[in-house]
């Protein structure tokens, strides 16, 4: 069993993961009012990423005997100038996550909880290639610059990203 500190800490993580999926999906929700399907796919991926990061770590407090809270989520932003400020809002947004779960390695350190750790490698890990894909995603906004019909390519392009992670929670 983990500790008091250690649940309650993990139990702030999946209220902040489910933040982001509610961002990603009124990013998702704004790039389908723009006729940009290939962004609004591309966020709705994530917003499921979002969600299983949040179901990873609500199952493995219930492996450790450990009580889920389940805590209001506050409103996302809804409204973005243009797509390249969605993904500078993202990148900044993941840099949050990633202190978060760097802040959660520290305290399973100081614990000596092996187990938390094990998990959090994996989250680590994970936001390595969030911000990955967000500066790459960045780049290519800037190169496409203001021209409509490169913009309507990069949304193809977006648009072929598929779901890798497990979107029903009862196979967890």
Not at 78 to 100: C, L, P, Q, R
Request: proline fraction near 2%; hydrophobic fraction near 40%; include cysteine.
């Amino acid at each position: 069993m983990i500790s008091q500190k250690m649940t309650e800490a993990i139990n702030t993580q999946i209220n902040n993961e489910m933040y982001s999926a509610y961002l990603y999906m009124a990013m998702s929700a704004q790039c389908s009012e723009m006729n940009l399907s290939g962004f609004a796919k591309w966020f709705m991926v994530q917003y499921h990423e979002e969600m299983f990061h949040a179901m990873k770590f609500y199952n493995y407090l219930l492996d450790q005997n450990s009580a889920p809270k389940i805590k209001a989520i506050k409103e996302p932003p809804a409204k973005f100038s243009d797509i390249k400020e969605m993904f500078e809002k993202t990148y900044e947004h993941e840099k949050g996550v990633t202190a978060n779960i760097r802040g959660l390695m520290e305290l399973a350190l100081a614990e000596n909880d092996y187990a938390s750790q094990n998990l959090f490698k994996w989250y680590i890990d994970e936001q390595v290639e969030e911000e990955k894909n967000d500066v790459e995603m960045i780049a290519k906004l800037s190169m496409a610059g203001d021209s409509p019909a490169t913009l309507f390519m990069v949304d193809g392009f977006v648009g072929a990203r598929g779901l890798h992670v497990e979107s029903d929670f009862t196979k967890l």
